[in-house]
């Protein structure tokens, strides 16, 4: 995958003004916090969870 997940605001200031970086890969620069990261995709939860059933029957 070569596309860069796209983050809409800091997670550490909730600032909206980032921009990409080019190292380390795929990270970004907070303009206010000056904090740079990086977001990473994992994947998808599929499974379902039901309210009421489990353990406690």
């Known amino acids: ?4 997940a796209t983050p809409f ?14 190292e380390p890969q795929s990270a970004w620069l907070c303009t206010a916090c000056r904090r740079v990261f990086t977001v990473k995709f ?3 939860n599929l499974t379902t969870q ?4 489990g ?3």
């Open 9 to 22: 605001h800091c997670p550490y200031c909730g600032e909206e003004d980032l921009r990409p970086q080019e």
């Open 55 to 57: 353990a406690h029957s």
């Open 42 to 44: 994992v994947g998808l």
């Open 50 to 53: 039901q309210a009421g059933r």
């Open 1 to 4: 995958m070569s596309e860069r």
